[in-house]
């Protein structure tokens, strides 16, 4: 059993946890991804740390080691995740469900949860906004489609002959910018470039020349810049979508998402007090703040016409000095 010393390239780390499924498959030991990290730090002597090797979280690690060929992930209809070994079949591991046999693979079942009859069921489980958007849209000229690469559900309008629409009327579609990765490189770089303090410019710029995987994630948990770095990239890709629309010709609220996400009411108190209206507004949530934030940046980049059709509540009006 050889440690993982500084310098062991992660191809080792992927080999160790190669042995570490096949010794429990040997022993009929239920191989999820959340069991395997301590058995791999157990086997690598308590050296192994997915940080180190350029991944912000073991998951990550696991799916990069999936994506290299030396595993499988595979989604039980529990919803957790099983790691095999390239040639297996899920039917021929032992799971709480299964037990070792040689049978052809078969397709997953989700589990549903039952109904109580008069009331509501909240599902335990809830499915990808891609995947539940290609099940129920009502569009009945649309194609759906699972993308095996890249693990998500596409869907597009096709005509009566079964072939994608662009190909008969491209008049009704607008080639979207992507914002590639040389492109969010070089965003980060600049962003990078801002920063006051000396020591973390270096340290971050350092990150971005390694080609590990996460790395300028990882530097960014440990200076605590994480969420200021999605801000920045959130308003850069902002701008890239609106400045887009505006030369296409492509109304910009069509490109927002207007829902309002559900937040968990605080706890009652025995003597609870109810706050002004100003008090209220002077600590907005953290949601309504960053909301207000990129309708200013919005509202700034649209021309006169756009901003003549937007709808408001008279009562505002009336919260208005001139």
């Known amino acids: 059993m050889t440690a993982l010393s500084a310098d062991t390239p992660v ?40 940080q180190r090797l350029g991944f912000p979280t073991f998951r990550e690690f696991v799916q990069a080691a999936a994506e290299k060929g030396y595993i499988r992930l595979v989604q039980l209809p529990t919803r957790h ?15 709480k469900t299964t037990r070792l046999q040689a049978t052809p693979a078969k397709a997953a079942t989700p589990a549903v949860p039952p109904s109580t009859g008069g009331g509501t069921v909240e599902p335990t489980v809830r499915l990808r906004s891609d995947v539940w958007q290609c099940l129920v849209d009502w569009a009945p000229d649309h194609r759906r489609l699972w993308d095996n690469s890249n693990n998500r559900g596409i869907m ?3 005509g009566p ?40 410019r270096d340290a971050l710029l350092t990150s971005l020349d390694d080609p590990s995987p996460g790395r300028f994630r990882s530097e960014l948990n440990r200076l605590g810049l994480l969420s200021a770095w999605r801000a920045e990239l959130q308003r850069r890709v902002l701008d890239l979508a609106v400045s887009w629309a505006h030369q ?40 309504t703040a960053r909301l207000r934030m990129l309708l200013h940046q919005v509202i700034d980049l649209m021309p006169l016409a756009e901003l003549a059709s937007l709808p408001i509540k008279a009562e505002h009006l009336l919260r208005v000095r001139g």
């Open 11 to 50: 191809l080792d780390a992927y080999e160790a946890l190669v042995a570490v499924i096949r010794e429990w498959r040997q022993t009929g030991r239920v191989t999820t991804t959340a069991g395997l990290k301590p058995a791999l730090q157990d086997r690598m002597q308590g050296t192994f740390s997915e």
């Open 81 to 95: 995740w099983i790691a095999l070994l390239p040639e297996e079949s899920v039917d021929a591991v032992p799971t």
């Open 156 to 158: 597009y309008p096709v």
């Open 161 to 200: 002959d079964g072939r994608p629409r662009w190909e008969g009327s491209p008049e009704r579609f607008v080639e979207m910018p992507s914002a590639d990765m040389a492109t969010q490189l070089a965003w980060m770089r600049e962003w990078v470039k801002t920063l006051t303090d000396q020591t973390t």
């Open 248 to 287: 296409n010709g492509v109304n910009v609220k069509d490109l927002l998402d207007t829902r309002t996400k559900a937040t968990a009411k605080p706890p009652v108190k025995s003597e609870p007090t109810r706050p002004t209206r100003e008090a209220a507004a002077s600590k907005p949530s953290d949601e």
